[in-house]
């Protein structure tokens, strides 16, 4: 597909799409002192399992936790940062984010990293209890924040509306609650809904 640019952007575009579904968008900028991408999945919170509140972003938060090729919990944020960069990821209503940068010489290692996440990932149910407490720990920090109270009281308004939802999760809304507990939830989340048709890179 044709892409529409400003005349002023000097920037290369080209949109591809793979064999398996995955959009890509491409964007080449000889000028650019760190190569970037990014995943975004189109679904969220409204997705989670009614048993899971907060299934979804603590979903984010595993993928995080190595994969069969790069299986250390911590490799691909410690990759990122030695190579001048960052990763970081964040889970809405119906999106979920994932995205990195690193130095330009080190963005082929980054990719294949960073493209294990979605291809596959452990999962390892030895991280649940962390990962669950990182989660625990955003809700209880934010959960007091002005623009969060107010958000919970506009939600409020719409009754049974699916956006009517706990969206970040906590220990309780993510306690075991079905036969395999949170792990087996946890993983027929990610076979169901991580299928690159569904997802757009760049």
């Given at each position: ?8 952007d000097?920037?290369t575009?080209?949109l ?5 579904g995955?959009e ?7 000028t650019?002192e ?17 048993e899971?509140?907060?299934?979804a ?5 595993m993928?995080?936790?190595?994969s ?23 889970t809405?209503l119906e ?9 330009n ?46 958000y919970?009281l ?20 993510l306690?075991d ?17 991580y ?8």
């Amino acid at each position: 597909s044709e892409v529409v640019v400003s005349p002023n952007d000097n920037r290369t575009y080209r949109l591809i799409a793979l064999d398996n579904g995955l959009e890509v968008m491409l964007v080449s900028d000889p000028t650019a002192e760190k190569s970037a991408a990014a995943l975004s999945i189109g679904l969220g919170a409204a997705s989670d399992p009614d048993e899971y509140p907060g299934m979804a972003h603590y979903l984010e938060h595993m993928l995080f936790m190595g994969s069969e090729k790069y299986p250390d919990p911590d490799g691909f944020m410690a990759f990122t940062s030695e190579h001048g960069g960052m990763s970081n990821a964040y889970t809405g209503l119906e999106l979920t984010n994932y995205m990195m940068t690193v130095n330009n010489d080190a963005l082929g290692e980054a990719l294949d990293r960073f493209s294990r996440f979605f291809s596959s990932p452990l999962l390892d149910p030895v991280y649940i209890d962390k990962e669950k407490n990182a989660v625990n720990a955003e809700w209880s920090m934010r959960r007091e924040q002005d623009f969060r109270i107010t958000y919970r009281l506009a939600r409020k308004l719409l009754g049974n509306h699916p956006a009517n939802r706990f969206q970040i999760g906590n220990l309780e809304s993510l306690s075991d609650k079905t036969e395999g507990g949170l792990h087996t939830a946890t993983v027929a989340f990610f076979q169901k809904y991580y299928s690159a048709n569904l997802m757009k890179a760049s």
